[in-house]
């Protein structure tokens, strides 16, 4: 049976993981903290204050600046507050819902933007986690096809790279796709899996460096033909989730 190896949120979409060793989902929510604030970029067509799901294309992600991909987080969920790290950066401690923090953090952020590229502009925070899907999804990711991919790129790719929220060990690689449209029982939690993930260049930067260092889309579609890895699902049922869980797909 799979079970589940590492859960990973992402407080500020594009800008750190976070490991954790449980959480509680909700039906039809995302993650608890993941993806609660996006930086938006200064040619968005958002405005301040939009609470909508809105495109990724309206936020600084690791698509277009690689180097966002190096940061860490830290949630202080009784204060409220993210603490960001960078190899480049000095260490920065936010409440992204205050005006001030708020413009600390689009400067902090400002440090590693591309010269010539969109620039971080403003923090929004949605009504919902602000996850790449058009529905509040939960990121499902199978270890074995990570080293499926690690093996055809010759060297160990993290899991960092792909912001996944739920990794599973015990399947077969690629073994996710075969889920879309069926049900899974992860922990005391049932998902609905409804939709491949179609991956980007961000992937293809190390989460050490925040450098571009393989070709990941390169050898997705080489390889098998796509470039997808992993799976979003809805929340059915809610429940605690922690490492170690039986993750076991319904009949």
Known sequence: MARVSHLW????????????????????????????????????????????????????????????????ARMDEEAGTVTLTHPRMPELTVDPDLPEDAERLVAWARGLAEEGRVAPAFVVR?????????????AILNRASLAALSERAGQPLAMERFRGNVWLDGLEPWAEFDLVGREIRIGESLLLVRERITRCRATGASPETGRIDVDTLGLLQSGWG??????????????????????????
């Open 9 to 72: 949120r992402h407080p500020i979409k594009g800008h750190g993981a976070e490991a954790v060793r449980e959480t509680r989902l909700a039906p039809s929510e995302t993650m608890p903290w993941d993806r609660v604030w996006a930086i938006a970029h200064d040619a968005a067509r958002i405005t301040p204050g939009a609470t909508g799901w809105m495109p990724c294309a309206n936020f600084a992600r690791g698509a277009r600046t690689p180097a966002l991909m190096a940061i860490r």
């Open 126 to 138: 949605p009504t919902r986690g602000m996850t790449d899907s058009g529905f509040p999804s939960i």
């Open 226 to 251: 796509h470039r997808d890895f992993g799976v979003y699902a809805e929340v059915v049922e809610g429940g605690r989730v922690a490492l170690g869980d039986p993750a076991e797909v319904m009949a």
